[in-house]
């Protein structure tokens, strides 16, 4: 069992003074479904100039085996892309075993260690900015959804229906999630940013799977739907619902839509098949 020096906190409220209550960091909450690529987004706000930004992370999972199933990303965008040398791994909790790289290689981070992804794990951020006079100004990335991140975290969920966390914890003193403020000539005052986790659900939810005009009834305009797709080069009709593993074309849940799946829409619009015995069942073809 991983053990931790300090509670998670969910909201960081408290230690906010008023003063300081535009500062905020918010992880984004998403469904996804079963072993699909997620990504999430992490706001700042900010309402003084920054010279760096300190982000622990607790991953833990609510459901067990709803988790983390393979490497974890992260990389500065937006404000931050252009102010930070890159958020680099500065300490983790467990000790890793072996220097195995776990993190993903590219642009704006680093990363260093090995993890298991066995609930719960930590890790520390650090993102100090390029130049001593250089400043993140004060502005903010707005809130999910609809708006730019300027942190985005990228990994691969688990096949297990449920939910885990993206949460801060206080793993020493100097490494409690906090924004650097030099603004004033020869001081550096650490804020405390009120904190938002995220959620993440796992799951399957297909609202129109084999209905791509999603009306609930089967007719030729679904017909023509797929014979689009198949033929024509239209794009695959994504299901509204995000927690769904395929396209609303893709009736028989091999990831293509084809000649077969014209022909079964053809066979419950004009020939009275029933649909659930032509159509597979997308939630128990998931992985």
């Given at each position: 069992?991983?053990?931790?020096?300090?509670?998670?906190?969910?909201?960081?409220?408290?230690?906010?003074?008023?003063?300081?209550?535009?500062?905020?960091?918010?992880?984004?909450?998403?469904?996804?479904?079963?072993g699909?690529?997620?990504?999430?987004?992490?706001?700042?706000?900010?309402?003084?100039?920054?010279?760096?930004?300190?982000?622990?992370?607790?991953?833990?999972?609510?459901?067990?085996?709803?988790?983390?199933?393979?490497?974890?990303c992260?990389?500065?965008?937006h404000?931050?892309?252009?102010?930070?040398?890159?958020?680099?791994?500065?300490?983790?909790?467990?000790?890793?075993?072996?220097?195995?790289?776990?993190?993903?290689?590219?642009?704006?981070?680093?990363?260093?260690?090995?993890?298991?992804?066995?609930?719960p794990?930590?890790?520390?951020?650090?993102?100090?900015?390029?130049?001593?006079?250089?400043?993140?100004?004060?502005g903010?990335?707005?809130?999910?959804?609809?708006?730019?991140?300027?942190?985005?975290?990228?990994?691969?969920?688990?096949?297990?229906?449920?939910?885990?966390?993206?949460?801060?914890?206080?793993?020493?003193?100097?490494?409690?999630?906090?924004?650097?403020?030099?603004?004033?000539?020869?001081?550096?005052?650490?804020?405390?940013p009120?904190?938002?986790?995220?959620?993440?659900?796992?799951?399957c939810?297909?609202?129109?799977?084999?209905?791509?005009?999603?009306?609930h009834?089967?007719?030729?305009?679904?017909?023509?739907?797929?014979?689009?797709?198949?033929?024509?080069?239209?794009?695959?009709?994504?299901?509204?619902?995000?927690?769904c593993?395929?396209?609303?074309?893709?009736?028989?849940?091999?990831?293509?839509?084809?000649?077969?799946?014209v022909?079964?829409?053809?066979?419950v619009?004009?020939?009275?098949a029933?649909?659930e015995?032509?159509?597979?069942?997308?939630?128990?073809?998931?992985?």
């Open positions: 069992m991983k053990r931790f020096t300090c509670l998670a906190m969910g909201i960081l409220a408290t230690a906010v003074s008023a003063g300081w209550a535009a500062n905020s960091v918010v992880i984004e909450s998403k469904a996804a479904p079963r699909a690529r997620v990504q999430l987004g992490i706001y700042v706000t900010n309402d003084v100039p920054l010279s760096g930004i300190v982000l622990p992370l607790e991953i833990r999972s609510v459901t067990p085996g709803s988790y983390i199933a393979d490497t974890f992260l990389e500065a965008a404000r931050l892309d252009s102010f930070l040398t890159g958020f680099v791994v500065v300490d983790y909790l467990p000790s890793p075993d072996n220097t195995a790289s776990w993190m993903c290689q590219g642009r704006g981070y680093a990363g260093r260690g090995a993890i298991d992804f066995n609930s794990d930590a890790v520390i951020y650090a993102g100090m900015l390029s130049g001593d006079d250089d400043v993140l100004p004060p903010t990335d707005g809130a999910p959804p609809g708006s730019t991140p300027s942190v985005e975290l990228t990994f691969n969920v688990t096949a297990t229906d449920g939910t885990f966390e993206i949460d801060t914890t206080c793993i020493t003193y100097n490494n409690h999630i906090q924004f650097a403020d030099d603004s004033e000539p020869g001081t550096v005052v650490g804020i405390v009120a904190f938002t986790k995220g959620v993440v659900t796992i799951g939810a297909c609202d129109c799977h084999g209905d791509p005009v999603c009306d009834v089967h007719t030729i305009l679904d017909l023509n739907k797929v014979i689009g797709v198949a033929f024509r080069g239209d794009p695959p009709v994504i299901d509204p619902n995000p927690m593993p395929y396209t609303d074309t893709g009736v028989n849940c091999d990831g293509v839509t084809t000649v077969i799946d022909g079964k829409m053809r066979n619009v004009f020939m009275g029933n649909p015995t032509e159509f597979c069942e997308p939630c128990a073809s998931a992985p």
